[in-house]
Structure formats: C-alpha cells, structure tokens
C-alpha cells in the first residue's frame, strides 16, 4: 500500500478518462485507430494508469515523447502498440527493438548508422517517417528522401516500415488555410510510396475532433482524452470531462489584525481583521507564484490566495473561520456546483491547458478514483517505510 | 549503472556546491551550526546528492519541506539531523519518531493528539516550536502558547523539546525594519523559555549572508549553497558559484526557405533563409514557455529560441549550420566565457531563482560531476531494462 505523508494530491477520474476515450473513439471511423498520447507522465496524470485505462476504452497504441517513457510502460507490462514520437539515439535502436517500441525515422542517415549498432538477435525496428508539412519541427521535407528510406528498408532485415506520420500546427484555428497546405502535403508524401505502411496518421486532438479529413487509419489524441479543449477557436469547443483535480488541506488557520502582512516580502497586509490558512502546496509542486490573486474553493467558498506563493506552502484568505482539515481545491470542483477549469489556471499564467497539468509534478501524488471510489494512490516521492 | 535515453540533461557541479557551503560554513561564528535546506529535490538539484555533499562540507544537518522528503534521505542511509519545515499530521508523528526526524510544532492541541497515536516503543519525537514573528505562514503567535507547550513537554516522555525557529519574510530587503522587528518578536519568545533547547534558528541564507544579528546558534541556508543570490538589494550581492546548468543536443536541424514556418500557430516565420535546429527539451521538463525569445548557447554561440516552446521540443535559429549533436546549453555555460545565469531565465519569466531551478523536473537526469569527471547519473523517469 501506497504511503503518503502530505496534504497535497491529485485527483484522476478514471471514468472521466474512461468516457472522454470511448466519445473520441464512438466519433471516428470504425477502421480509424485511436493513439493515446500518454507523454510527460500522460500529462501530469501518471503514464501507467491512463496507459491502461485508454486501451480498456478502445485505445488502439501509446504514443510518448521519449524512449525511457516508453520502456517505463513496458517494464510496467503495457503490451499494446508504443511509438516514440522524438527523435532517438541510432545507438538505442537495439533497445527500442528488443522491447518492440515503434520510432520515428526522418533521415535515411539515420538508419544506417542505427543498422551497424543493432547487433544480431534483435526483432526487426519498427520505424514510422515523420514528414514535416509545416510544423517546421522534425521531419524530412522532401518526397525524394522518403523513397530511399523505403527503398533502403526493403533491402534490409533491421527495419520494419510500420507508418508514416505528419503533425499539423494549426489545427485548433479557425483559418483553415496553412492546416489544408500540411494535409495536401502529407497526401502528397503518402502517393510516392510504393506501399503504404500499416499506420497513416497526422491528426493530434484539433485534427480529430475539429476536421473530418485529418483521420487517415490513426490519429493521435492527448489534450482531450483529458477532457480538455483543443481549441478555442473551432467547434466542437465543448469538451469532454476533466480528468485531472488539484486539491488540498488546511493545515494552519488564523485570524490577523489590521496591518499585519502576510509573506515573502511583506507583500500583502490586511486591510481589517481576517482569517488566513495555510496550505501546504507551492511553486515545487508547480503551483506557480504567478498564481498569486488566484482564488480556490476552501470548504465549498471561493477564497482569494493573498501574499506570494512560496515553495511548499500558500496562503488564502478565507470569507470566515475554517477548521484545520478543511479541503480546498485548486482545480476542479467539490461538488457544490463551483469549479475551477484547467482553463481558468491557464488564463491566470497566461499560458495553455497543456503546460498547467504538467507543471504539477512528481512531488505531489495521484489519487486514482472511480465513481468516487479510491482505487489507487501513486506517490512518486516516497514508495514506503 | 543508470541508463538514460535522451539528450537533455542538468549538470551538478559538486564542487562548486561543496565550495559554496564551506564558504558559508566559514563565514559564521564556529558555533553556530548551518542545516542546508534540501528540500524540493534540494531545489532541484537532486536531494540526496547534494544532502551527502553539503554534509561532507561542513553542513550539521538539513531541512525539508515535507515528511515524505526526510524519510527518503534515512531511507537512502543519511544519519545527519533532519528537520521538516511543513506541519505533518499528528498521525504521523510515530513515523517521523521511528526515524528521527525533527518535526516543526505551532499547537499544544497538536501535541496531545500526537501523543495519543504514537503507541509504545517509540522513541521521543524531537520537535521544534515554529513561532511566527511576521512571516504569516505557519507558527504560534503568543508567548502564553510556547510556555505551555514548553510545559506540557515537560510532563511527557514522548517528546523531546529539541528547538525553537522562526522564518524571515524580508531578511533580503535593503530596508532593515520588518526584520529588526522579527529579531526582537524571536528573541522575547526565546527569552519566556525556562530552559533554551538544543536548535535556535531563524536565518534563511539573506539572514545568515546579510545580517550578523540573525545567527543564534543554528541557520537554514537554502539558495546560497546553490550559488545563487539570496537578496537582489544587500550586501553581499556577489555569490558563490553556480552548481545547476541545463544542457541539451541538437537532434534535428534544417534549412528553411523565407516565408516558411515554424512551430505550433505558425506562429514565427522566417524573413530570410534560415537555419533551424531542433532540441529535445519543452515545457513538460519546466521550461516554460514564456522562454519563447530567450536565447541559449548553441556551439558556443548565441541563438534564439524560435516559435511556441512545445512540451517536449524547442526550436532555435542558429547563426549558421551546425551539426546534429552540438551541444545546446540553455542555464550555464559551455565554457566559453558566455554564461546564462538562472537569474537571467528568472527576469525573462518575471519570477525568482528559486522558482526556476525547482521547475526542472524529473523527466531531466541530473548528472552530478566533480572537476570535469562526470561520477554519476540519476534518471528518476527510467531505473534501467
Ligand atoms: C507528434 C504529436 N502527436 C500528437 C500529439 C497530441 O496532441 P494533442 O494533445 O493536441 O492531442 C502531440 C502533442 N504535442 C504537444 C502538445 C507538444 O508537442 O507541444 C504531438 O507532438
Ligand atoms: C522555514 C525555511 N527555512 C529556510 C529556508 C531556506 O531559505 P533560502 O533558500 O532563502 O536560504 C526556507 C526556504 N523557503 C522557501 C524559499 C519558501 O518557502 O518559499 C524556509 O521555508
């Protein structure tokens, strides 16, 4: 049994997930296979237990940004199909092969220096070309260089050409101008090939949801299998439910007077007398000082963090006295009706829903919960006496 | 042997921390004693690395944030004094006793409650009375209160009255007046004890560096021993030298025509030809992405980050070609003379030090090095095939 030892957690609704998963799935081609993006610790919301739930709700494979978070899932027993979507070492080749991890190739170059360090004994490397339509990020430009890779991977035993991929930059904006140019692009990659290759895939969220083109036989879905937006600017703007909560509890209450500041700097002092708390969450966890003036739910009532947000701790001015203990949520609800969207954090840091959820990092534990049953606390901190 | 399969890593420099706290360590009266605050993955830099070496330079004994965090350094075989700086549960006194940790008391209430879970055989828990002076976080604010505990303490055989701290909240202000009135709050409640314990701490590292005053017989220095500054307005504003750097590789670089774009949003595009590389680190390893503009040092050069910063990836405008492997180096130096102090990454996100260095998270492997000799490697994402 998981031990932890502080206030502070993470709330991740299996079922949320478990639903967003199966309505994205429900609205695509049958034939149309469905890649969770599961990168940067299924962003923020613990890579193994998401890994799991989106294949039980119709995920076809994983996709993850690196090679250790891929192997991560297969020492942890996940079977289904991984691909890597950065680049990865030719070294490492023999690695990735022998745990049956799918990576991205862009440079024939590559291949052949991956070809002379993968020894003997090893299955086949399943590689997918990345084509670059516009993302200006990785991946060949030319069609001429996708045909000597596929020429090349018929002539050796090493490599097994699976898919070939793209990665649009704008799908999630109302102009469809510069998203029409990477699709006839990528078409255009995809016509030279002599076979085409078991997966074809360039949508990410904005592609899946917001255009009936982009679906090709995979897409790659991260941002709203956590039932957050993936676009402001194109329907559906309504999103699934959000997976991910933020909470914590008092653990300090007081009452100042007038004039007494609150704080690194002294930075805020009451005006008359007020209750202040303390929670033990702060800018190590990913709860940023930015976030100053930010307001949470503390015992179901909105209360405005006051002073800056240190390190381990913040304090937030409470409408009136509430006992040590009391729950308050940073992101999500407590079932009253009030709640604070990934969204409405990202507006305040003047960034995107993506960042926010990976800022809250791996001090900070994940409580997994179905209907609101506790099935499972990760805490990545401290693994036990 | 740790394996790690990307191309992003952060550099301790051990001798440079060892330095740093020795020069601290040097600069106090030879009785006071320096407990270095480890806490937050010792601000990132990787918490039982930096625990070993602070106290091989001259540290008594260190502090953390949380309980989860003390148990880990006794669990990986540190014997020095730890104390927790955040308010654990009653409920977890028995653990923090077992493994002699020190842990902070504000409340008798918290003490009777403690005492009543501990059960038999434990031995005393050794706590310190955190006063509040001014800070507004967490603390007793009346002398009635730690004569009481003092009292009870007394009566007990589960506790032992090892302490008593309080926390500066302007101790690195050019303005000495709030934290003369912190000194004097500290002082009268030090003057109501009927016996001094062992610990009388108040100074954080622009306590220690900056005022004579703050030492009693014990100080928390934090920031400094990481070589960075603990106060932009006194003296000494020099510091020590700078132990975190942040480096990367090119993993992909290209040509791109004018007019051609570049990252998520389309959003930089190119007025000449360009050359761009591509460097495998983003927001999800906390660099932000309000780092778009900031410049790194690519080849010993200068270049400019390039288009939104993804979550794993970042694109930067070369001067002019380089090959794929050149080193990047985002926070520190590449031995060139050019350097990018933490503090110009701090300016760029409109934030301090401290908060930077504790963004870059576990995704990063710290490679911890003495003189140019790289002596080990820590990649909390992946433990090895
Ligand atoms: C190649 C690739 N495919 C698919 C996805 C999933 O995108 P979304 O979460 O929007 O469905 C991403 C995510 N990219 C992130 C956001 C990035 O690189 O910044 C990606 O890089
Ligand atoms: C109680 C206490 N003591 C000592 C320190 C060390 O401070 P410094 O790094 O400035 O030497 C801290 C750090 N505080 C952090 C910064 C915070 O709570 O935000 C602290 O909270």
Redesign the interface.
């Given at each position: 049994q998981t031990q932890?030892?502080?206030?502070t957690w993470a709330e991740i609704d299996l079922d949320a997930l478990y639903q967003n998963v199966k309505t994205i799935r429900d609205g695509l081609p049958r034939e149309t296979k469905l890649f969770a993006a599961v990168?940067?610790?299924a962003?923020g919301h613990g890579d193994f237990q998401i890994a799991k739930e989106a294949l039980k709700a119709g995920a076809h494979g994983l996709v993850v940004?690196?090679?250790?978070?891929a192997?991560?899932l297969r020492?942890k027993g996940i079977k289904a199909p991984i691909l890597v979507?950065?680049?990865?070492?030719p070294a490492?080749a023999g690695?990735a092969a022998r745990?049956h991890i799918s990576v991205p190739v862009?440079q024939l170059e590559w291949l052949k220096e991956a070809g002379r360090t993968m020894g003997a004994g090893v299955p086949p490397l399943k590689i997918h070309v990345k084509c670059?339509t516009?993302?200006?990020?990785?991946g060949l430009?030319h069609e001429e260089e996708l045909k000597e890779i596929e020429q090349f991977i018929k002539q050796t035993d090493e490599f097994e050409f699976e898919g070939i991929f793209t990665h649009f930059?704008?799908a999630d904006?109302a102009s469809e101008k510069?998203y029409q140019g990477q699709l006839a692009a990528f078409k255009k990659f995809v016509s030279v090939l002599e076979t085409v290759p078991k997966y074809v895939h360039a949508a990410n969220s904005a592609g899946a949801l917001c255009h009936n083109d982009s679906f090709f036989n995979a897409v790659r879905v991260g941002i709203a299998i956590y039932g957050l937006s993936a676009s402001q600017e194109r329907p559906p703007l309504n999103k699934g439910k959000q997976v991910f909560s933020l909470h914590s509890k008092i653990?300090?209450v007081?009452k100042?007077r007038p004039g007494?500041?609150?704080?690194?700097?002294?930075a805020?002092q009451a005006e008359k007398e007020e209750w202040?708390a303390?929670i033990?969450v702060?800018?190590?966890d990913?709860w940023?000082?930015?976030l100053e003036g930010q307001s949470v739910i503390a015992g179901g009532e909105r209360a405005e963090i006051v002073?800056r947000i240190?390190?381990?701790?913040t304090?937030v001015r409470l409408p009136h006295y509430m006992p040590i203990g009391t729950q308050v949520t940073l992101i999500g609800g407590q079932g009253t009706g009030d709640f604070i969207t990934v969204e409405e954090i990202a507006e305040k840091l003047?960034?995107?829903n993506?960042?926010v959820i990976?800022?809250i990092?791996?001090?900070v534990p994940r409580f997994y919960k179905r209907g609101s049953k506790l099935i499972e606390v990760e805490?990545?901190?401290?693994r036990g006496?």
């Open positions: 932890y030892f502080r206030d990168k940067a610790n962003y940004a690196l090679l250790d978070e192997l991560v020492q979507l950065g680049l990865i070492r490492d690695v745990h862009v670059d516009g993302m200006g990020r990785i430009k930059s704008t904006q510069y653990v300090h007081k100042i007494e500041c609150i704080g690194y700097g002294a805020y202040i303390t033990p702060g800018y190590a990913g940023l000082r930015k002073g240190c390190m381990d701790q304090m003047d960034t995107i993506y960042e990976c800022m990092n791996f001090r805490n990545p901190l401290f006496v």
